[in-house]
Protein backbone atom coordinates (compact mmCIF):
# COMPACT_ATOMS: atom_id res chain seq x y z
CA UNK A 1 0.00 0.00 0.00
CA UNK A 2 1.29 3.59 -0.66
CA UNK A 3 2.57 5.46 2.06
CA UNK A 4 1.15 9.02 2.37
CA UNK A 5 4.20 11.42 3.76
CA UNK A 6 4.54 15.23 4.68
CA UNK A 7 6.42 16.13 2.42
CA UNK A 8 7.55 20.12 2.28
CA UNK A 9 5.01 22.23 3.86
CA UNK A 10 1.85 20.62 4.28
CA UNK A 11 2.16 18.47 1.08
CA UNK A 12 1.53 14.95 0.42
CA UNK A 13 3.85 12.63 -1.39
CA UNK A 14 2.58 11.18 -4.17
CA UNK A 15 5.32 9.17 -5.65
CA UNK A 16 3.94 5.87 -4.83
CA UNK A 17 1.19 6.38 -7.24
CA UNK A 18 3.26 6.73 -10.25
CA UNK A 19 3.70 3.19 -11.04
CA UNK A 20 -0.07 2.63 -10.58
CA UNK A 21 -1.28 6.12 -12.56
CA UNK A 22 0.70 4.76 -15.64
CA UNK A 23 -0.67 1.61 -15.86
CA UNK A 24 -4.32 2.66 -15.14
CA UNK A 25 -3.45 5.57 -17.86
CA UNK A 26 -3.03 2.73 -20.67
CA UNK A 27 -5.80 0.01 -18.87
CA UNK A 28 -8.47 2.34 -17.46
CA UNK A 29 -8.78 6.08 -17.95
CA UNK A 30 -11.74 6.72 -16.00
CA UNK A 31 -10.32 5.92 -13.25
CA UNK A 32 -7.01 7.75 -13.70
CA UNK A 33 -9.39 10.78 -14.44
CA UNK A 34 -11.28 10.41 -10.57
CA UNK A 35 -8.05 10.33 -9.43
CA UNK A 36 -6.75 13.14 -10.62
CA UNK A 37 -10.42 15.27 -10.07
CA UNK A 38 -10.37 13.78 -6.41
CA UNK A 39 -6.58 15.41 -6.20
CA UNK A 40 -8.64 18.60 -8.12
CA UNK A 41 -10.88 18.95 -5.47
CA UNK A 42 -8.83 18.17 -2.04
CA UNK A 43 -6.12 21.09 -3.73
CA UNK A 44 -8.71 23.51 -4.26
CA UNK A 45 -10.46 22.94 -0.61
CA UNK A 46 -6.81 23.46 0.43
CA UNK A 47 -6.38 26.60 -1.68
CA UNK A 48 -9.68 28.15 -0.39
CA UNK A 49 -8.84 27.43 3.04
CA UNK A 50 -5.39 29.11 2.46
CA UNK A 51 -7.04 31.75 0.46
CA UNK A 52 -9.25 32.56 3.98
CA UNK A 53 -6.54 32.23 6.40
CA UNK A 54 -3.93 34.84 4.76
CA UNK A 55 -6.84 37.24 3.49
CA UNK A 56 -6.99 38.33 7.05
CA UNK A 57 -3.04 39.53 6.83
CA UNK A 58 -2.49 40.39 2.70
CA UNK A 59 -5.23 41.88 0.06
CA UNK A 60 -2.32 40.83 -2.46
CA UNK A 61 -1.81 37.00 -1.50
CA UNK A 62 -5.35 35.56 -1.85
CA UNK A 63 -5.55 35.63 -5.50
CA UNK A 64 -2.26 34.77 -6.02
CA UNK A 65 -3.37 31.06 -3.93
CA UNK A 66 -4.12 28.45 -6.77
CA UNK A 67 -4.41 24.55 -6.72
CA UNK A 68 -2.27 22.87 -9.72
CA UNK A 69 -2.88 19.46 -10.88
CA UNK A 70 0.60 17.74 -12.46
CA UNK A 71 1.30 14.35 -13.09
CA UNK A 72 -0.33 12.28 -10.45
CA UNK A 73 0.29 14.81 -7.89
CA UNK A 74 -1.52 18.17 -6.70
CA UNK A 75 0.21 21.30 -5.08
CA UNK A 76 -0.78 24.35 -3.51
CA UNK A 77 0.78 27.61 -4.46
CA UNK A 78 0.95 31.01 -3.94
CA UNK A 79 2.72 34.22 -4.57
CA UNK A 80 4.90 34.48 -7.62
CA UNK A 81 5.74 37.59 -9.87
CA UNK A 82 4.93 40.76 -7.90
CA UNK A 83 3.95 38.89 -5.06
CA UNK A 84 6.87 37.39 -3.93
CA UNK A 85 6.22 38.28 -0.39
CA UNK A 86 3.99 35.22 -0.16
CA UNK A 87 7.01 33.06 -0.03
CA UNK A 88 8.05 34.79 3.33
CA UNK A 89 4.70 34.81 4.80
CA UNK A 90 4.93 31.16 4.87
CA UNK A 91 8.64 30.15 5.11
CA UNK A 92 10.36 33.16 6.41
CA UNK A 93 14.19 34.15 4.95
CA UNK A 94 15.10 30.35 5.03
CA UNK A 95 18.19 31.09 2.44
CA UNK A 96 19.96 33.69 5.16
CA UNK A 97 21.43 32.90 8.43
CA UNK A 98 20.61 36.01 9.87
CA UNK A 99 17.27 35.78 8.55
CA UNK A 100 16.97 31.71 9.55
CA UNK A 101 17.05 32.28 12.86
CA UNK A 102 14.06 34.85 12.91
CA UNK A 103 12.39 33.09 10.88
CA UNK A 104 12.45 30.60 13.25
CA UNK A 105 10.97 33.19 15.89
CA UNK A 106 8.17 33.27 13.36
CA UNK A 107 9.71 36.54 11.70
CA UNK A 108 11.01 37.47 8.81
CA UNK A 109 13.09 40.16 8.09
CA UNK A 110 12.40 42.70 4.53
CA UNK A 111 14.12 46.40 4.15
CA UNK A 112 11.07 48.86 4.22
CA UNK A 113 10.63 49.67 0.66
CA UNK A 114 13.25 48.42 -0.53
CA UNK A 115 16.01 50.51 1.19
CA UNK A 116 18.69 48.44 2.35
CA UNK A 117 19.53 50.67 5.15
CA UNK A 118 16.26 50.24 6.96
CA UNK A 119 15.49 46.50 7.52
CA UNK A 120 12.29 45.25 9.94
CA UNK A 121 11.24 42.29 11.13
CA UNK A 122 7.47 41.15 10.22
CA UNK A 123 5.72 38.48 12.09
CA UNK A 124 5.11 35.46 9.42
CA UNK A 125 1.68 34.14 9.00
CA UNK A 126 1.66 30.64 7.62
CA UNK A 127 -1.29 29.86 5.55
CA UNK A 128 -0.45 26.94 2.91
CA UNK A 129 0.76 24.21 5.88
CA UNK A 130 -2.34 25.27 8.26
CA UNK A 131 -4.94 24.98 5.60
CA UNK A 132 -2.70 21.43 4.49
CA UNK A 133 -3.47 20.39 8.29
CA UNK A 134 -7.35 21.69 8.18
CA UNK A 135 -7.88 19.18 5.31
CA UNK A 136 -5.98 16.66 6.20
CA UNK A 137 -9.47 14.50 6.84
CA UNK A 138 -10.54 15.32 3.54
CA UNK A 139 -7.23 14.60 1.74
CA UNK A 140 -6.88 11.31 3.36
CA UNK A 141 -10.54 10.25 2.31
CA UNK A 142 -9.56 11.41 -1.31
CA UNK A 143 -6.11 9.40 -1.34
CA UNK A 144 -7.91 5.97 0.13
CA UNK A 145 -11.44 6.45 -2.47
CA UNK A 146 -8.43 6.80 -5.33
CA UNK A 147 -6.83 3.53 -3.80
CA UNK A 148 -10.45 2.47 -3.26
CA UNK A 149 -11.29 2.52 -7.13
CA UNK A 150 -7.71 1.50 -8.06
CA UNK A 151 -7.94 -1.56 -6.44
CA UNK A 152 -11.83 -2.74 -7.68
CA UNK A 153 -10.11 -1.61 -11.26
CA UNK A 154 -7.14 -4.94 -10.20
CA UNK A 155 -9.35 -7.16 -8.69
CA UNK A 156 -12.16 -6.92 -10.72
CA UNK A 157 -9.88 -6.67 -14.06
CA UNK A 158 -12.49 -3.98 -14.90
Same mark, same amino acid.
Given at each position: ? #? =?? =? ?8 ? +??? $???? *??? $? $? ?5 ? =???? %??? !? ?6 ? !? ?13 ? &????? +?? %?? /????? /????? @? ?14 ? !? ?11 ? &? ?18 ? #?? @? *?? +? ?13 ? =? @? ?6
Amino acid at each position: M #A =TI =TERGTGGIDT +RDF $KAVA *KAL $K $KAQPLVR =TQLL %RNF !KLVGGLVA !KDAQAIVAEHSESIP &PTVKA +RV %RG /VGVSV /VAGGG @EVAIAGLFELGNTGNR !KSASASSKGVFRH &PVHGNLQNWVNQPMHPFLAP #AG @E *KN +RAKTDAAVLEALDAV =T @EVIVLGE
